[in-house]
């Protein structure tokens, strides 16, 4: 026996949206983020970026659960003193809610060179409007165990 080890040459990347509208935020990011990694395809390979693109689409209207939307924050900071900058999540949900989901699929994702070529494979809109429809995108259902 042989173990198959992927490499860049041989990867097939495919493009799959998602429609956020009413999913739970941290169980779409963690499935969007095991789809970039790749980790869905028996080819998975942990040195090579084995993932696929994936268009993320009405993320306006996702859905926090409990009290997260009051007692939630983003908080970073700008490396001077006192210089903690904090959001609560009520307010960014309303204003930049494609940088919510965005943030949540990073945090997920492998904190090395690997990952960060690997969340540039993400695309996400607050509307249902996007520009890739000559990638041809596959719709991707949310539910465990799926393709």
Not at 48 to 77: A, M, P, S
Request: net charge positive; glycine share 8%; charged share 25%.
């Amino acid at each position: 026996m042989k173990t198959y080890m992927a490499n860049p040459q041989t990867v097939e990347k495919k493009w799959y949206i998602v429609d956020a509208s009413g999913e739970t935020l941290g169980r779409l990011a963690s499935r969007v983020a095991m789809v970039l990694t790749g980790k869905s395809k028996p080819t998975y390979t942990p040195h090579v970026d084995t993932g696929d693109f994936v268009i993320v689409i009405n993320c306006k209207d996702i859905v926090l659960t409990g009290n997260k939307l009051e007692d939630k924050y983003y908080r970073h900071h700008s490396g001077y003193v006192g210089g903690l900058k904090e959001v609560q999540y009520k307010t960014l949900m309303s204003k930049k809610p494609e940088f919510a989901v965005y943030e949540a699929v990073k945090g997920m994702m492998p904190k090395n060179s690997l990952g960060r070529k690997m969340i540039k494979k993400l695309k996400v809109y607050a509307g249902s409007e996007h520009g890739h429809q000559a990638q041809k995108p596959e719709v991707l259902k949310l539910t465990k165990g799926d393709k």
